[in-house]
């Protein structure tokens, strides 16, 4: 048993954590929980879908048995999920300023790039410290209806404050340190760089129609709680580019009209630099797009955070996340998260994104010219697994396999990333906005933390898959006896045959095709 004498100057929480208890409350606190228990359960409950009810139950069950009497269940489950809460709180913030220190020093030994953007996220990190932490989530308890537009300023401030930085900052001569903290085998090194590669980066890219969150009845949002490094894009992001997108379409596709009907009558054509056909791209679209609009007519209804949409690289780790809030037209936050991505990578790096519909996303940026000062540093792929229900033209160039700069990255990084964070699924699909967003958040740092362990053991796994895909590969050429040069112009011809657009529609093409083989048997008739 401990005795404690509080007084104003050695408040009860400090002298609570001194003794290595952590108080449920700043003032009076009735309930102290030991921090090696708290961060057992922090622990616990990145591993299995957080449930403080459950845990505050067994809890109390175990002791009763022991003979110690809790006086309510109820108050102890909310005193714990305070307390786990703050300890939570604390530590996130003991991270960002560890962090923020470490990219201190870091700029004043680079001196010659303090100017770009890792400057201006440090500073940001820096400021964020537990008090503040703490006057956030204590202001909104306050008022409900005014703690929507509060948020809406605050962000607003916040992303004009960045978009307009970016603006005027120097271009970046290495990956931004976002990118650096994502992925360090992508985005580290000396070398951003490598013009003999197709691509510099590869990137996945895809939805998850899972994660979903219902409509509560009011329609309002928890109280804002932001993880101090989260992965999601601001929402402005997303509806300045869903706003721009829809600005363009809705512009071109009124004016466009005349044209469209002009190309049905000249038959197939190429769009742009485009080496598919159209033909064989609205066969792609078709395949793909029924079964979004089955999954649009479900989703909305009832959710009203549809979908979650992430860029990973090709060591599954997150680099960014949207929560979609409407189902269907999902090019928009693809689009977002491309722009977002290349803001933070310097101007000489090119990207490979592979995606599951990465035809279609290829063929609208060259149509509506959607971000078109980097388009030409992206090679657009396929994910390997969905490339199989695309035409063969369409694999031809986007297949991963068969597309040169991909090697054997198969572009399934976010299916993986959505099966780590299936647990979730139950819990998140009744959480608050801000509350599912941060346990989101948190799983990403979780599964970040155990990749990096593992990408010492991932590389020679790799390494060594690689070498023995390579030497099988060699073996084969060897065996078929056929040269080199040989193979690479047969395979060229192959890609222009097989890519052709296809033929002009005409009504007597059946008949000269029935004469051609009639006039072909009689010639071989005659020949017996
Ligand atoms: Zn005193
Ligand atoms: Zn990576
Ligand atoms: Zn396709």
Known sequence: KIEISVCACRPAALQLLRRGLFPCAPIAPSLAVDVRMLEFVTTLFVRMPPNATAWCDTLESFLDGRGYKLDS?????????????WYGSLVNATKSVVTAYLEESRLSLRPSVCEDSSDDSTRGRSRVTVEEVADEDAAPSVASSGDVSDEDANEDSDGGASSHQSQEEPPLSRPSEYLRQRCPLCFGGKNCHDPSVVA????????CFTQ???????????????????????????????????ATRGSSRTRSRPAETQEDV??????????????????CKDSFGAADEKREAASTQFFIDTDLMGLLCRHDRVLWLINMTTAGERQYYALALIKKFFEHLPPSMTVGILYDIGCQLHRSCVKWDFLPDVRDRITFGLAVFHAYGHQWACQIIYHPRKCVGFGL??????????????KLIP?????????????????????DEKSLHGMGL???????????????????????????D??????????????????????NKGKLAVSKVIALRKSESELK
């Open 486 to 507: 040989v193979l690479r112009r047969e395979w060229r011809a192959q890609v222009e045959e097989q890519t052709k657009p296809a033929p002009r529609r005409s009504k």
């Open 427 to 447: 819990v998140l699909r009744v959480s608050g906005y801000h509350q599912r967003l941060f346990v989101l958040d948190t799983q990403v740092k979780h599964l």
């Open 409 to 422: 990255t198969d572009g399934e990084g976010c299916e993986r990333f959505w099966s780590a964070i299936k």
């Open 458 to 484: 991932w590389l020679s796994r790799r390494w060594v898959h690689c070498q023995r895909k390579k030497s099988d590969a060699v073996d084969l050429l060897k065996k078929c006896g056929i040269d080199d």
């Open 73 to 85: 269940r109820d108050s102890l489950r909310r005193r714990f999920s305070n307390a786990l809460l």
């Open 212 to 246: 979903k969150r219902r409509k509560n009845k009011d329609g309002q949002r928890d109280p804002p709680r932001s993880h101090p490094d989260s992965v999601f894009m601001p929402e402005e992001d997303v509806e300045a580019m869903r706003a721009f997108v829809e």
């Open 200 to 207: 510099d980066v590869i990137a996945c890219l895809d939805a």
């Open 266 to 283: 000249d038959g197939d054509r190429y769009e742009g630099n485009l080496r598919v056909p159209n033909s064989v791209l609205d066969e």
